[in-house]
């Protein structure tokens, strides 16, 4: 394993690990000697199981081991997810519903109906909506699992 990159202040040593395409950040608290190994705290609320499995996913990084998949999104969740953002980045950036649809669903099939009346107008305009709802903060369901009332 390589030594993550490192910097110190008050708190103590703040690591910096990279695995997977993404960067952890760490604390080794002040005065904890560096062949103690680290510990994590998980709060015991409905986010717990999320954390744990998060501690997993880390624990499994540091020691060079396998990270299983992400298995939390089906793949049509996932490509529905990327086609929301995309939505709403054209949306933003003055594409018009037709425009989006074209790029997202295919310029023949979307000329093969009647505009106002087509249903991938409905689901372009649903797009965008949901995209901008994730972009409010919405994307945070996406790193919870499902909560069973």
Same mark, same amino acid.
């Given at each position: 394993m390589r030594e993550p990159a490192a910097r110190e202040d008050e708190d103590g040593t703040h690591l910096l690990f990279e695995a997977g395409g993404q960067s952890i950040r760490l604390l080794r608290l002040e005065g904890v000697p560096p062949d103690v190994p680290l510990a994590a705290l998980v709060p015991l609320d409905p986010d717990g199981f999320d954390r744990s499995e998060a501690i997993d996913r880390l624990l499994r990084a540091l020691l060079g081991r396998a990270v299983p998949n992400d298995r939390r999104l089906t793949p049509q969740q996932k490509r529905r997810h990327r086609h929301m953002l995309q939505a709403t980045d @054209?949306?933003?950036? +003055?594409?018009?519903?037709?425009? %989006?649809? @074209? &790029? %997202?669903?295919? &310029?023949?099939?979307?000329?093969?109906?009647?505009? $106002?009346?087509? *249903? =991938?107008?409905?689901?372009? *305009? *649903? =797009? &965008? $909506?949901?995209?901008?709802?994730? %972009?409010a +903060? +919405?994307?945070?369901?996406?790193?919870?699992?499902?909560r069973h009332p």
């Open positions: @054209g949306r933003m950036n +003055g594409a018009t519903y037709r425009d %989006i649809a @074209g &790029v %997202i669903f295919g &310029v023949d099939r979307v000329a093969s109906e009647h505009w $106002k009346t087509s *249903a =991938l107008r409905d689901a372009t *305009a *649903a =797009l &965008v $909506k949901d995209g901008l709802a994730m %972009i +903060g +919405g994307y945070r369901t996406l790193l919870r699992h499902r």
